[in-house]
């Protein structure tokens, strides 16, 4: 038991520094880990109780990607093949170490929505550190976010009122004329 907890453990942390949006052109490369913590902070913040279920299928869900990478989201649709193959050997994964979990319906929605919503604002970031590539990430994923009947209301409502901005606090303990004034914190 001690040697595979080792390699759980090993395996997880493995996972974490995955590197996703790897076929993409991009300002900042995000890790399985970063989108995993993004994750969470929006579970925490959006989700209004969120279960020990759901943080826990959350913080492993991209692990298994140790084994497989991040094949992208149109290479995957494309191919239904893959996508099964793909599916197949990370949920063999994660059921052999554990990191698998099994949610409630409700905790399945909010699942999904989180995942989609990180990555809308990763895109989101991008687009406003000037990488115009970014644009069809953050446009598709918003719109299927506002679309899709399966999205929790408490997400639709974020994505319906975002706007790229820093938060109001960081906006009045900086000055706006001083030369790191960035031009997107809110006034």
Known sequence: MKDKNHR??????EGMRVKRFHTQSLIER????????????????LHPDPSYELIRAITFHDVAERFTGDT????????PELRQLLNKIENEAARHFEFDESLSESDSRWMHALDMLECMLAGEHELYMGNQYAHRISVWMRGYLLTAPQIPKEIFEFVDAYEHRRSPELAQKIPHDEPWDDGVTAP
Do not use: D, R, S, Y
């Open 30 to 45: 995000q890790t399985v880990g970063q989108h995993t913590a993004n994750m969470l902070a929006l579970a925490f913040t």
């Open 8 to 13: 759980a453990a090993m395996v997880a942390m």
């Open 72 to 79: 992208p989201h149109p290479v995957k649709n494309g191919t």
